[in-house]
């Protein structure tokens, strides 16, 4: 093998890591349940996203191993299944945001790294698929994750160009 076949393994491996650090996270999200003044109330904050980063970390690296494998049919697939996996988890965040009253919980903390792990995420997928994200998040989620993600938000101007010269 290769030097830059190496390097590009190397690559791919890394931002493999970077879709299994959801795991972590989920699994963060529920250490806060024992540390909660209340932990059934907790844990009933917390489950549904829980359960809903599994799957679709399931999801997400299914596809992430498919496309780095470049299985052309695989593509299109993959990006409707890749946009209903992070849709998901984006409502599931919402629903806790909009639930957690305190904003001294735990959760709000581990929210706000499940977003931040979430536009790296999709950081490494637009890289091989051409992504609806307003399919996926809010318009304020959009703009955040422009922000802090430069390559995607000179994407989405080239995109948004592209569609302007073609009328």
Known sequence: ????????????????????ELYALADELLATVPQAANPEAQFALVEALVETLGESTDVLTDEYIALCEGTPSRKKSA????????????????DVSAKARDAKNAAHIVVKKIKRQLEQVISHFVEMVA???????QKNDVEELKAHHANIALMLYGAAKGQGQAT
């Open 1 to 20: 093998m290769t030097n830059a076949a190496m390097n590009q393994m190397s690559i791919w491996e890394q931002k493999y890591n970077d879709v299994t």
């Open 79 to 94: 990006k409707s299944r890749i946009e209903g996996a992070l849709r998901k988890v984006y409502v599931s965040l919402g």
């Open 131 to 137: 992504l609806s994200l307003d399919r996926i998040m």
